[in-house]
């Protein structure tokens, strides 16, 4: 369902100097900071635009709007609005659709927010600045830079060492005119977060940039448990866009792949896309083998030194529970445990209309053998673990009423509005990974002080379910240690420029926002060229020789 139009009125206050000189320096702060703001809502309505139009409007080819050329976004077109009148949000023909609801069509998701719509109104009503880009010079990369970066790098290391080393690439992205300097950015770090967030050694590793533009990246599976099973196998498998090392009919890639392959005799594929592995990586399959995620949540908690049922036999864990949460329109309870690494963090929610669902009466649960209050057990239908890794990232498991892992929560139960699989179904991993942007989310309990149970009942119930003060502390320490080690993690490539002094959790999730882009990407002959290597012609100014074809 559509959301109604919006139409917000301004107000304006007109500023009173009482000294020329006053006003001289009002007049420039004012300046400097409307440019400043200008900028920004410029990145803002570039970001909607490319999630809302380029699906069905690309540019470069496209249908007639092309929202990468300024130009024609505000060229005037006949007896038609023109799509964007500088200053004049209800003159212009693309914010007139947006805003009534009618582009993009209904039935395609994601859709605009109210606050996409205020966003494009306050950029159009500041006169529609340019996009900045970045574009002017950045070379071209193609799959021989990729491939001499390799054989640099490889050659580099001592052999023994040389055949540890395993590459990822966004050479794609940053051939493309339509990836901006801050979304290659936000790509880098959504790849080492991943990385990160699949690996169970405690001590963060940060791919190392192997090329001028920062386009290939190297790591040594070693520091990521990868070689004990021969994961990137795995990888390989699951990877569909790349040419084995050899079969190029170049002959100076040719002869490229081969210096490789006599380094990595048993790698076919050394080098992996940075947004399919992102994108990918962090769903089911791939995240659960990759990560050693086991087939039941009783499995787990023994890898990880939890004993959920002796926990609670002894008072050992902190609960809450509430009406509503952030994926679910049911009751949620969540328990805190030690683990061998942090916390152990597990959730118990329901269908809607059930017996036994409703918290404040049915607060010690689950049912489990030789349970003292059974009677007053909750009964779940499934659930969602959240637990810390070695290097305090955090891992993440779904499970069915019965501990069983699942791939996915059924919509009837858990939801993710920011549909970041593609779907409102929550996928484990990266649904996860986007929705914990910080680490723990806070909440608040309702069951403490909100039962009608007494006697030893109610005793439990205090022991178990801490006051809010307590409760907040451990979700605060957990996020804290989280946000420590994603700034390790990630800081390298989003602390950078204007923003090398911004906190860690004031970025956008980069995995998520990756995935997104990478899902709702439109498939044109331009962009189908980027993904082989081959440049198409190029009209926004980015410079270099084009890329080789990879055969």
Not at 186 to 201: F, P, T, V, Y
Request: neutral net charge; hydrophobic residues 40%; contains cysteine.
């Amino acid at each position: 369902m559509n959301e109604p139009p919006f139409n917000p009125k301004l107000k304006v206050t007109p500023m009173i100097s009482r000294s020329i000189l006053g006003l001289v320096a009002i007049l420039l702060l004012a300046s400097a900071s409307r440019a400043e703001t200008n900028d920004e809502l410029a990145a803002q309505a570039l970001k909607i635009l490319k999630v809302q139009c380029a699906r069905c409007h690309p540019g470069q080819g496209g249908a007639s709007l092309d929202i990468f050329k300024h130009e024609t976004m505000i060229a005037e077109r006949g007896k038609k609005k023109p799509f964007i009148v500088p200053g004049k949000p209800d003159a212009s023909y693309l914010f007139e659709r947006v805003n009534k609801g009618s582009m993009p069509p209904e039935d395609e998701e994601p859709l605009p927010t109210v606050a996409d719509k205020i966003i494009l109104k306050k950029w159009i009503e500041a006169g529609a600045p340019a996009f900045k880009l970045d574009l002017d010079n950045r070379p071209a990369v193609d799959r021989k830079i990729v491939m001499e970066s390799i054989l640099k790098k490889l050659n580099s290391v001592e052999r023994e060492n040389a055949k540890f080393y395993r590459f990822f690439s966004l050479a794609n992205l940053h051939n493309n005119p339509m990836v901006t300097a801050a979304e290659l950015r936000m790509s880098r770090a959504a790849m080492s977060k991943a990385i990160n967030s699949l690996s169970m050694k405690r001590r963060i590793v940060v791919p190392e940039a192997i090329d001028a533009q920062q386009t290939v990246f190297a790591i040594d599976v070693r520091e990521i448990g990868w070689d004990e099973e021969d994961l990137w196998r795995e990888v390989m498998k699951a990877y569909p866009y790349a040419l084995s090392v050899g079969d190029s009919t170049n002959e100076t890639l040719r002869n490229l792949e081969k210096d490789i392959s006599r380094l990595l005799p048993d790698v076919k594929i050394p080098v992996v896309r940075v947004d399919w592995f992102v994108s990918t990586a962090t769903r089911p399959p791939l995240y659960h083998t990759l990560l050693g995620i086991p087939k039941t949540a009783t499995e787990l908690e023994k890898t990880l030194g939890v004993n959920v049922q002796n926990n609670y036999a002894s008072d050992s864990v902190n609960r809450a529970g509430f009406s509503k949460s952030g994926v679910s329109q049911q009751n949620r309870m969540v328990e805190r445990h030690e683990s061998s690494f942090g916390a152990y963090w597990k959730s118990f929610d329901f269908r809607a209309n059930k017996p036994k669902t409703v918290l404040t009466q049915f607060p010690l649960g689950p049912v489990f053998k030789n349970n003292p209050h059974e009677n007053l057990a909750f009964e779940h239908d499934g659930g969602e673990i959240v637990f810390a890794l070695p290097n305090h990232l955090q891992g993440y498991m779904l499970i069915n009423n019965k501990e069983e892992r699942i791939d996915e929560g059924p919509v009837d139960i858990v939801n993710d509005r920011k549909k970041v699989s593609g779907t409102p179904v929550i996928v484990n991993g990266v649904s996860c990974m986007a929705c914990h942007k910080d680490g723990m989310i806070t909440f608040k309990d309702e069951i403490r002080d909100g039962n009608s149970l007494a006697g030893d009942a109610l005793m439990k119930v205090k022991k178990i379910y801490p006051e809010d003060k307590v409760m907040q502390k451990l979700v605060k320490d957990d996020q804290e240690q989280f946000l420590l080690a994603l700034e390790r993690a990630t800081g390298t490539f989003l602390k950078v420029g204007p923003d090398k002094d911004k906190a860690i959790d004031k970025f956008d999730e980069p995995i998520g926002e990756l995935t997104q882009r990478y899902r709702l990407k439109p498939v044109d002959l331009n962009n189908a060229a980027y993904e082989l290597d081959i440049a198409p012609a190029r009209s926004n100014g980015m410079t270099g020789n084009a890329p080789a074809a990879p055969a």
